[in-house]
């Protein structure tokens, strides 16, 4: 049986267990096995997962620098990517705030019981210091905080001084490649225990939060999730056939070991070892552009938070009756973009961008106590499209340079094996 067949199966275990013990409600149950043991699990599995980014991040992307060898060509990918990125988050919150328009969830909404408590307000950035950020000042805290846009800018850096120094550099890219080997053996060896991390962080998630929170908010849930999955299977895909001319069938389907990990975990960050092992082994991406493409996109890309955001500005001004106009659209789409840009990938970060985006349009704060108790499960939904938006535009930057192989992207057994579906290379991945 596949990896990703077991993983299925675990995320079909973990609702069912789940429901089961939000039904029971035992203290003990609720104390012991849910927040205990399953929290133990589930958080040691994150845990592994993030504990791998940062390295991988360093010596998968400094390897990319080094392999694409030209300055100029780096340039190229790293703009485009950029610009991609940037246009697919506008695409999406737009997508959002059309179709939660035309719906109109929280129309006569009841506000009694609606605890309020404890909501504070993050503060917006401005674009200049959203920038002035990405560079550190010191790198070595950079790396330690898991500051991924400055980890990524000190890496480019250094990958081009590298490339400058021409052949004196090569016993150290020869370290890197190394070293990139280690990273990629011990995600090996972390995705072995995935099955038992996945069940236990969705029965966690259902045992704590049920189905009963939906009832109240279910015109945002399903304004939501219908919003996210057009963007995941109709904005996206035509933007893969339209700028690449590559088969969406067959992409998503390449890529559906990353989403499910990224559902389990609602973290694009701790995702980024399986997108990158889905890109290049199983939709063809060079490993030099996907090194780079794909840790960036985690970091800057976040199409459905962007979603999140339009659907729940649309929803709480609904809720207070208060008309946003034109102007408090173009507001939240340019401040959706701009917060992507500077919000790290974890679980959660959503909520925390959310305050950003209604304090710019005048929208109460503690609205955001309406919604939250389904966060958590909406959040792992958009994880899945984050990281779909991320490996789109890597496999498009890669079609563009050239880079990407179309016998491994139409091989429906690439990346594969008899036993495990979602198994990693065992080479140098850059």
Request: proline share 4%; hydrophobic share 55%; net charge negative.
């Amino acid at each position: 049986m596949s990896l990703t067949m077991k993983i299925m199966i675990a995320m079909g275990l973990g609702i069912v267990v789940g429901v089961i013990l939000n039904t029971i409600n035992n203290d003990f149950l609720n104390t012991q096995l849910v927040a205990g043991f399953f929290g133990m699990i589930g958080k040691m599995f994150v845990n592994a997962l993030k504990m791998l980014v940062v390295p991988l991040v360093f010596f998968s992307l400094l390897g990319g620098v080094t392999g694409i060898g030209d300055i100029r060509v780096l340039g190229r990918v790293g703009s485009k990517s950029f610009v991609l990125y940037l246009a697919t988050t506008a695409l999406a919150i737009t997508v959002a705030l059309v179709l939660a328009t035309i719906i109109g969830p929280g129309k006569g909404f009841d506000m009694t019981g609606i605890d309020a408590s404890g909501i504070n307000a993050a503060e917006a950035p401005s674009v200049w210091n959203v920038f002035a950020a990405i560079v550190p000042t010191n790198p070595i805290q950079a790396f330690a905080s898991g500051e991924m846009l400055q980890v990524i800018f000190y890496t480019v850096v250094l990958g081009i001084a590298v490339l400058m120094l021409g052949g004196r550099s090569k016993p150290f890219i020869e370290a890197c490649d190394y070293m990139n080997d280690v990273m990629m053996k011990i995600v090996d060896l972390v995705m072995r225990a995935a099955p038992y991390g996945v069940f236990a962080l969705i029965a966690k998630t259902f045992a704590e939060q049920g189905i009963g929170l939906f009832v109240p908010v279910m015109a945002y849930v399903v304004t939501l999730v219908a919003a996210l999955m057009i963007h995941l299977f109709i904005t996206l895909p035509g933007m893969l056939k339209l700028l690449s001319g590559l088969n969406p069938v067959t992409f998503l389907k390449k890529m559906r070991p990353a989403q499910i990990f990224a559902f389990s975990t609602a973290s694009s960050n701790a995702t980024i070892p399986v997108t990158y092992q889905c890109a290049t082994e199983r939709v063809g991406v060079d490993k030099d552009v996907a090194s780079f493409c794909i840790p960036f996109g985690a970091t800057i890309n976040m199409d459905g938070t962007a979603i999140m955001q339009g659907v729940a500005t649309v929803f709480l001004a609904n809720v207070y009756g208060i008309d946003l106009g034109l102007v408090g659209y173009i507001t939240v789409i340019g401040m959706a973009v701009l917060a992507s840009i500077g919000t790290a990938g974890v679980p959660g970060v959503g909520l925390v961008m959310l305050t950003m985006v209604l304090g710019q349009v005048g929208l109460p704060i503690e609205g955001i106590a309406i919604i939250l108790g389904v966060d958590r499960l909406m959040d792992m939904i958009r994880t899945a499209v984050n990281i779909t938006g991320d490996a789109i535009v890597t496999s498009i930057v890669a079609k563009g340079e050239g880079k990407i192989d179309m016998e491994i992207f139409n091989d429906p057994n690439a990346g594969t094996t008899g036993e495990d579906e979602v198994e990693l290379p065992h080479h140098a991945v850059a």
